[in-house]
């Protein structure tokens, strides 16, 4: 079992940047591939970026692709994701997700996910 709790968000102006981060409990967190999702009102939940246990490999979503980052330290058992460039249409609900496998971008293909932090981006 995987307990995610995430922080960070809040309200930035369009342009500005922002961190979310993802607390993971337990002891085998290198073992999960994490995700950021986000999803906001009247639409369906949406990748943002994974990132693999080693940090090999990360993957983005065509809509955050060069403006946003994701990260993880795994001593801390932390995922971040590093919003820059924000855009009111980044406007939403982010959450953390985490998978036994890697590379998912299919919210079907994590097992754990935590309550979200919303983001909300002024124009």
């Known amino acids: 079992q995987v307990q995610l709790v995430e922080s960070g968000g809040g309200l930035v102006q369009a342009g500005g940047s922002l961190r979310v981060s993802c607390v993971a409990s337990?002891?085998?967190?290198?073992?999960?591939?994490m995700g950021w999702f986000r999803q906001a009102p009247g639409k369906e939940r949406e990748f943002v970026a994974t990132?693999?246990?080693?940090?090999?490999?990360?993957f983005y979503g065509d809509s955050v692709k060069g403006r946003f980052t994701i990260s993880r330290d795994n001593a801390k058992n932390t995922v971040y994701l590093q919003m820059n460039s924000l855009k009111p249409e980044d406007t939403a609900v982010y959450y953390c997700?985490?998978?036994?496998?890697?590379?998912?971008?299919?919210?079907?293909?994590?097992?754990?996910w935590g309550q979200g932090t919303q983001v909300t981006v002024s124009s």
């Open positions: 990132i693999c246990g080693s940090s090999s490999y990360r």
């Open positions: 337990g002891r085998t967190f290198s073992h999960y591939g």
């Open positions: 997700a985490a998978t036994s496998g890697w590379g998912q971008r299919r919210p079907g293909g994590y097992e754990f």
